[in-house]
C-alpha cells in the first residue's frame, strides 16, 4: 500500500504511487551491430516532486558486471496533460498570472478521458544526445506511454521511437521498454523490476 503525501498538488494525485525512490535489476535484450546486447543491469530510479504539478525524474544503469560499469542516465519530468493556463508559470521564467488550476480533486477529475485515465506527458532527455518526449496514459497503477517526438544531435545513435510501461505489482515497480534504434523496427529492449527504497 502506498500513502499520498499531504503536500502533493492536486493533479499528481493519479502519478503519486510513483513518488519515492526504487531500485532493482532488469535485462538488457536488443540487436546491435553483427549480434545482441544481452546483460543485466542494476537501476535507481527517483520519482519526487517541488509543489508544482509536475513529477521530477531521475534514472542511473549500470551493468552487474564487476566493475558496475555504469550504463546511462536519464532525467526529465512528468505530468497530466493539459493546455497551459494563466494560473500556470512560464514560459521561460514568466510567472504565473492568477490562481493555480486544478487545485481540487474535483477539478482534476475534470481531465479524466474517456477510458476512465488520465492522459500524461513525459519529457526525457538523455546523455548521449536523445531528447524524447512521450504522449500516454495513467490508469490506476498501470501507465503506458508512446512516443510523439524523438530529438537528436548531430553525433547522436540512430533512435527514432519508443514505448515504454510501467506498473505497480505487488509494491514493485515495473517496467517495460521498446525501441526503434540502430536500424531495427520496434522491439523489445530492457524491462526491469524495481523495489521501493526509501
Known amino acids: 500500500m502506498f500513502e499520498i503525501p499531504t503536500d502533493l498538488p492536486a493533479e499528481l494525485v493519479p502519478l503519486s504511487w510513483l513518488i519515492g525512490v526504487w531500485e532493482g535489476t532488469g535485462v538488457i535484450d536488443y540487436p546491435a551491430g553483427e549480434g545482441t546486447v544481452s546483460s543485466e543491469f542494476g537501476q535507481r530510479v527517483s520519482f519526487s516532486h517541488d509543489g508544482m504539478p509536475y513529477l521530477n525524474y531521475n534514472a542511473y544503469t549500470w551493468l552487474l558486471d564487476e566493475e558496475h560499469t555504469g550504463l546511462t542516465a536519464e532525467t526529465g519530468y512528468w505530468r497530466l496533460h493539459r493546455p ?31 477510458d476512465g485515465g488520465f492522459d500524461v506527458e513525459v519529457s526525457l532527455v538523455h546523455p548521449g544526445g536523445v531528447s524524447e518526449l512521450y504522449l500516454g496514459q495513467v490508469r490506476g497503477p498501470r501507465i503506458d506511454l ?8 548531430a553525433g547522436a545513435k540512430e533512435y527514432a521511437a519508443a514505448t515504454r510501461l510501467y506498473g505497480l505489482v505487488e509494491n514493485h515497480l ?17 524491462s526491469g523490476r524495481l523495489a521501493k527504497v526509501d
Open 84 to 114: 497551459q493556463r494563466e494560473g500556470d508559470p512560464g514560459p521561460a521564467l514568466l510567472p504565473a498570472v492568477g490562481e493555480r488550476p486544478f487545485q481540487t480533486a474535483e477539478d482534476v477529475e475534470s481531465l479524466r478521458n474517456d
Open 146 to 153: 508512446a512516443t510523439d517526438a524523438v530529438m537528436r544531435t
Open 174 to 190: 515495473l517496467w517495460a521498454w521498446d525501441i526503434a534504434a540502430l536500424g531495427q523496427d520496434l522491439r523489445s529492449h530492457a
